[in-house]
């Protein structure tokens, strides 16, 4: 029997192993191996990443949050593989032109590199693919392409999009980052909903 494979892809700030990537592999612990990678910064290497990933692991599910939404869809589209997409960040080049400069991840990366440059370079890669984000949109993706909107996410207001080329949106009373209870009360019992 195949072992049940879930492919998390964390936001912008965070890593691999974030809070809700480490909440979701303890949800499913005896159930399925979720994938939890560190995702490169750029988002067309991390496209070029995220689709030798699945070509290799045949995931079942691809699950994200913010960024890692963002890419998600494009993906999920692309492969046609089920995916949930948490607070989806559809525009990129607005949440990062407020803030150019030097950061921190917010999580350790298994690389040890802490440190990244938003740039005008970046947000400039950003806008091509934001501009071409739904090429791959599929109406017999419609119904396996879920959205759950947190109901005080002040950072990403994209429902409305979200609903103009898919069906099912659903929402949790919480902030832009889930914590790991929201995960395991909100999003867990979705991310099964589309492995079955």
């Known amino acids: 029997m195949r072992t049940t494979k ?28 979720v994938l939890t990678p560190d995702l490169p910064l750029h988002p067309r290497e991390a496209l070029t990443f995220i689709t030798s990933l699945c070509e290799r692991e045949h995931p079942n599910v691809l699950m994200g949050n913010s960024n890692g939404s963002f890419l998600a869809q494009i993906v999920a589209s692309r492969l046609r593989i089920p995916a949930l997409l948490g607070n989806p960040h559809f525009e990129m080049t ?71 080329h898919y069906t099912h949106a659903y929402h949790f009373p919480g902030a832009h980052t889930p914590t790991a209870e929201v995960v395991q009360e909100y999003y867990v019992p979705l991310v099964e909903r589309l492995i079955e």
């Open 6 to 33: 879930i492919l998390f892809l964390h936001g912008f700030f965070a890593s691999g192993s974030c809070i809700p990537a480490q909440a979701l592999k303890q949800a499913f612990a005896d159930r399925a191996k």
């Open 94 to 164: 607005r949440f990062l032109s407020e803030r150019i400069g030097a950061h921190k991840y917010k999580s350790p990366r298994a690389d040890g590199r802490q440190h990244f440059v938003i740039d005008q370079l970046l947000i400039d890669e950003f806008a091509g693919i934001q501009a071409h984000q739904w090429d791959d949109c599929h109406p017999e993706m419609t119904d396996h392409i879920g959205g759950l909107f947190g109901e005080n996410d002040h950072l990403a207001h994209f429902e409305p999009l979200f609903l103009q």
